[in-house]
């Protein structure tokens, strides 16, 4: 490890953008395959990694999807998140806010109760090892509002699990505006709000998180600097952005680290932090995030040290 690979490893921080059913790794996809009779299109594990060459967000999807049918019982799902959390901890993160996605699960056959029970006893155990934790249930933008509200209906006995919901999947054609009417009922259930904007849509789509969701973090938030106005409100609201560059790089979001908009977001004033959204489909957990980002940026260590404190600020049990 060098000294800045441990010094990051040192910095305490957060993941506020992580989907777990992201951490499902080559290995464990074939493990899980094999113990439940699953057939997966690849031969090996590095036809898998092959495999991860996208052009868009939509092509990871299509995979991410596929990927996931691979997942289950119950110990397949604690199995996926204790995984994670087990590099979390060695990463040095004390506070993980993990989205996954029910409705993906609810399709194939599986009971929303296997997903949330085996994420949830994930979640204690990563507790025990001083790894707090909160769940944020995702509705995918590409199914309809009446999918999501019968998705917060069902999810409803396992209210008490929850501290938010977040809004994933295709971002383009599915505006914010399309979800107005489930986010509200969740808020009124007192649950926090996160969605999915300005990934690849534009910045119409991160106006409409902010005042017609209400969303208390952006995620994403690439395309906001192309709006000045935008740039001013988040800056005056300090609206959480979590950015996760080597995601931004692998689906071809940025061209180059060394154009990543996390500069201009550091100068302009922003609260950005640094997450590792699907680790195991972008080649790095959180601390390669950090390290890949700052020397594609020069990031000074004052810098890194800030968007690990703005990722503890911005996190829902701060
Ligand atoms: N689901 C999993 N990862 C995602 C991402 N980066 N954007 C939108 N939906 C996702
Ligand atoms: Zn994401």
């Known amino acids: 490890m060098t000294d800045l690979e441990a010094r990051i490893q040192g910095l305490p921080k957060a993941e506020l953008h992580i989907h777990i059913e992201g951490s499902l790794e080559p290995e464990m996809m074939f493990e899980l395959g094999q113990r439940n009779g699953v057939t997966l299109p690849y031969a090996d594990v590095a036809q898998i ?5 996208f052009a868009n967000l939509q092509e990871f999807l299509d995979l991410y999807y596929a990927g996931m049918s691979v997942l289950r019982t119950r110990l397949d799902f604690q199995d996926l998140a204790n995984a994670y959390f087990q590099r979390a901890e060695a990463d040095g993160i004390t506070r993980v806010e993990f989205f996954f996605d029910p409705q993906a699960h609810l399709e194939r056959g599986i009971a929303l109760d296997t997903v949330f029970e085996g994420l949830h006893a994930a979640a204690q155990t990563a507790a ?11 509705f995918l ?43 509200r ?16 849509g534009p910045p119409e789509y991160v106006w409409q998180a902010l005042d017609e969701l209400g969303v208390d973090r952006i995620d994403h938030g690439n395309r906001a600097l192309e709006d000045q106005g935008l740039v001013r409100r988040l800056r005056a609201d300090q609206i959480p952005l979590t950015v996760c560059p ?29 997450n590792s959204d699907d680790p195991a489909y972008f080649g790095g957990y959180l601390n390669e995030n950090f390290l890949q ?26």
Not at 49 to 53: R, T, V
Not at 128 to 138: D, E, F, L, V, Y
Not at 293 to 318: Q, R, T, Y
């Open 49 to 53: 990694h092959a495999a991860y060459d």
């Open 128 to 138: 025990k090892r001083g790894i707090s934790t909160g769940m944020i249930m995702c």
């Open 141 to 183: 933008r590409h199914l309809t509002e009446a999918d999501a509200f019968d998705l917060l209906e069902r999810a409803e006995p396992y209210r008490s699990m929850l501290i938010g919901v977040g809004l994933d999947s295709s971002e383009l054609g599915h505006p914010p505006r399309k979800f107005k009417n489930v986010f």
């Open 185 to 200: 009922a969740a808020q009124q259930l007192g649950l926090r709000l996160v969605a999915h904007a300005g990934e690849e």
């Open 246 to 274: 080597l995601s931004n790089l692998k689906l071809c979001v940025v061209d180059d680290l060394r154009s990543h908009p996390l500069r201009q977001m550091l100068d302009d004033g922003l609260l950005a932090t640094v």
């Open 293 to 318: 980002i700052a020397e594609a940026l020069g990031l000074s260590w004052k810098e890194l040290e800030l968007l690990a404190g703005n990722s503890l600020s911005a996190s829902f049990d701060s």
